[in-house]
């Protein structure tokens, strides 16, 4: 073979051999990068569908939906002592929801309640969502990003002056408002601080049961201690008062998934709360939540439920025939999907007697929670019943039903009614 062309074939084989390794890196860069996109979809996957849960448990559905209208499209009017503030758009529309946020802005949102164009009111429960991690609020923020946009304007803000100069939040921010991320404590067990979390961050529990000052900021010291919002009694739900009523693990997971236990059922705004979120809590996180609401991971014995005897000399006892046993049956046992029972009813064992009489004179809507769960509306009784006859009536469903005392006076029906219909 001569020199010129052993040359020219090795220089052959050389150029073959750089192209298959040329070859062979383009290829195992395009798989890397292919393997590297298939994580991050996976991963974006992972994000929504975790998003989806959160917010279900964060309540985002009940808050920004107004009654009829289409899901996350805002519009329903929260009642503050300042005037009316309305729930945005929070799909992913661009031009009226939230569709253009960056996820700093989102952030910024859900920690601080500085919005795109200024400063939020506090009806938006950023002061509790502040405390969610930065991986919980990435994936609430990749689930409303996948929503379908739906163009649908926001609402007005009814809110008188001073309140309605945005600027002034950022005041109120500053006394009012510490954006802390959660911090589990070290000195209780996992599912407890779960439950602290999902109650206190996710759930904001805290901004409808916590009294709050003239600053109209929660009173921490005061922490589940029960608020009056919109003529009804948000609950004192801390772990003493509870336990006092003899709430078990089982009852409150049965009211929190179906609407109902044999402590009574939810009703006004706790309604849409468990409709749209709690109802949806994996049995690890319904029992987490229980944990941390009655301060333990131990079974809770169930008593038996209160029931008194009748006491027929007693003025309300005629009442209660008259107008309630048709429904909650002589004994107070309640009928299935009708009404729930009198005996144990947790609203009657209240200290208060808010509730009792706001139910009787509003009555309450029609509740549907699944295939198997519902109830009958009851009517109100504000035009037929007298304040004397309201009072006698409470009195004796609480000493029939409860462990509460029969003490209930004219005057106190009266002061209630103007609270319970202060908005009306």
Not at 86 to 103: F, L, Q, V
Not at 243 to 266: A, C, I, P
Not at 285 to 303: C, F, I, R
Not at 410 to 417: A, F, G, Y
């Amino acid at each position: 073979m001569k020199p010129l062309y052993r040359n020219y074939l090795a220089r052959q084989i050389m150029v073959r051999k750089l192209s298959l390794n040329v070859l062979l890196s383009l290829s195992l860069g395009l798989f890397a990068s292919a393997c590297s996109a298939a994580d991050d979809s996976g991963n974006q996957r992972d994000d929504i569908e975790r998003g989806a849960y959160l917010m279900k448990i964060g309540d985002c559905v009940a808050c920004h939906t107004a009654v009829g209208g289409r899901e996350l499209t805002g519009g329903l009017p929260f009642e503050t002592p300042f005037g009316a503030v309305y729930s945005t758009n929070i799909t992913s529309d661009k031009d009226t929801g939230i569709g253009k946020y960056s996820y700093d802005e989102f952030f910024d949102a859900m920690h601080h309640g500085v919005g795109v164009n200024g400063n939020l009111y506090p009806a938006m429960p950023y002061t509790s969502y502040s405390l969610l991690t930065d991986e919980d609020t990435k994936a609430i923020y990749a689930y409303l990003m996948s929503t379908k946009p739906i163009k649908q304007a926001n609402l007005d803000n009814d809110v008188s002056f001073p309140f309605n100069v945005r600027f002034g939040l950022k005041a109120w921010n500053l006394i009012a408002h510490d954006a802390e991320e959660f911090t589990p404590k070290e000195d209780k067990s996992e599912p407890w601080n779960r439950g602290n979390y999902l109650v206190n961050a996710l759930g904001h529990c805290g901004e409808c049961h916590t009294p709050r000052d003239s600053l109209f900021a929660m009173e921490q010291d005061k922490h589940f201690q029960g608020a009056v919002i919109e003529g009804l009694e948000a609950s004192d739900i801390t772990p003493a008062e509870l336990n006092r009523q003899n709430w078990t693990h089982d009852d409150l997971k049965s009211l929190f998934t179906e609407g109902y236990s044999r402590k009574g059922t939810v009703f006004g705004g706790m309604y849409p709360v468990v409709y749209h979120s709690f109802s949806h809590l994996t049995d690890a996180d319904m029992h987490a939540v229980s944990s941390y609401l009655l301060d333990t991971d131990e079974t809770v014995a169930a008593k038996a439920l209160t029931f008194n005897g009748h006491q027929r000399e007693l003025p309300g006892y005629n009442l209660y025939m008259g107008y309630c046993a048709g429904c909650h049956s002589q004994n107070g046992e309640g009928r299935p999907n009708v009404a729930p029972a009198m005996a144990g009813n947790a609203t009657l064992d209240k200290a208060s007697p808010h509730n009792v009489v706001a139910v009787m004179l509003k009555g309450i809507k029609s509740q549907h929670y699944n295939t198997t769960t519902s109830f009958y509306a009851m009517p109100g009784y504000a035009e037929k019943l007298s304040d004397e006859q309201l009072k006698d009536l409470t009195n004796y469903l609480r000493v029939t039903w409860s462990n509460q005392p029969g003490d209930v006076d004219v005057d106190t029906i009266h002061d209630l009614k103007e609270v319970i219909f202060e908005h009306d």
